[in-house]
């Protein structure tokens, strides 16, 4: 079986059993993409993507259906969406300069790059080390429409009337680039695509239509998601993710179980691992054993002990035989790999 194919099983299984099971937040720092250079500790950001011929892409917004200021709205989502991605790394301080420039001509390639000493001012005028822009945006609409006949009962008869289904599809494409002025080097030209939609049903065409999200409204949406992603991808992030834990099983081992699920949604973990350990130490089931087991591993990986915590889940699967286990392993193995790109980006001990 292919990991990436196993890694997606595995997701899948863990999102089944978190939703019938108990389940504790963790703050997890992500790595990102890519290095950036150490001397780098404060962006910042600029929107360079200003349409040059402003008639001609008032013309094309016409011609798709783009609200007015669309995707000027869209731009300053898109920063604001990188600069909140920004302000969850420990990696770097980010300056929003609110700069606007003129880039490529119709908003969906890119124009030469900035001109270093162009670069270097903005740089010293905001004490920073590096400049992120957009380089492009552009966003393209289109409504579309279905009809369908719906069946429905009055007065005990079966009767049929006409619905109307309206469809937004919007298409957004962002273009960054990641300035490096001491180096005078792009450190990154990333070109970003994201599509959004909304869908709603009225008794006629033009009730379904009037229903959809704002083309602003979503346009800004999907543009500062796109930001969020831009900063995930130059910038460690601290991030949420949810672990899921047992808290029944079956037989005499019950009460100590539920004991033990008691401690640990209390936040007291080390008295829970204490009761899952004694578990261990008597004859339960392997059922249980391997509910016990793996709690342990959760217990461990909350107290960052990740290596601790892939031998528990792998005992929970290979010796108990618990199916959760090797999802788990996956996962835990997945934060080691992590932890090793995250030395490297931020130069310390994580």
């Known amino acids: 079986m292919k990991p990436k194919f196993l890694l997606l099983i595995s997701s899948f299984i863990a999102t089944l059993f978190a939703a019938c099971s108990p389940t504790i937040p963790l703050q997890v720092l992500q790595p990102a993409d890519m290095v950036v250079p150490e001397h780098i500790q404060t962006i910042v950001t600029v929107d360079r993507s200003k349409p040059e011929k402003g008639f001609l892409n008032f013309l094309e917004g016409l011609i798709t259906g783009e609200a007015i200021a669309q995707d000027r709205e869209g731009r300053r989502a898109a920063l604001n969406g990188l600069t909140e991605a920004l302000s969850r790394t420990p990696r770097f301080t980010v300056k929003h300069s609110g700069i606007e420039l003129i880039g490529s001509k119709g908003g969906n390639s890119y124009a030469a790059p900035l001109e270093w000493r ?10 920073a080390q590096a400049l992120v822009t957009i380089e492009t945006y552009d966003s393209d609409n289109n409504i579309s429409y279905n009809t369908r006949i719906e069946k429905y009962k ?3 008869k079966e009767l049929t009337r006409t619905k109307y289904d309206a469809r937004l599809d919007m298409t957004i494409r962002i273009g960054w680039r990641f300035y490096d002025p001491k180096t005078q080097v792009v450190l990154d030209e990333y070109m970003a695509m994201d599509q959004e939609s909304d869908t709603h049903t009225g008794n006629t065409q033009d009730e379904a239509r009037r229903y959809l999200q704002s083309q602003t409204s979503i346009s800004r949406t999907a543009s500062k998601a796109a930001g969020l992603n831009y900063g995930m991808r130059i910038a460690p992030v601290w991030i949420t993710v949810s672990r899921a834990f047992y808290d029944a099983c079956k037989g005499n081992a019950a009460a100590q179980m539920e004991q033990a699920a008691r401690y640990a949604k209390a936040d007291q973990w080390e008295k829970a691992a204490e009761i899952w350990q004694a578990l261990l130490k008597t004859s339960v089931d392997d059922k249980t054993a391997g509910r016990a087991a793996y709690n342990l591993a959760v217990a461990n990986e909350r107290a960052g002990m990740l290596e601790s915590a892939v031998e528990w889940a792998q005992r929970a699967y290979t010796q108990y035989g618990n199916k959760k ?12 790999s992590d932890q090793a790109r995250l030395r490297q980006q931020m130069k310390e001990k994580v």
């Open 154 to 156: 009055k007065d005990g």
């Open 118 to 127: 162009e670069v270097e001012k903005i740089c010293r005028d905001y004490n």
């Open 325 to 336: 286990g090797q999802g788990y392993i996956v996962e835990l193995k997945n934060r080691i």
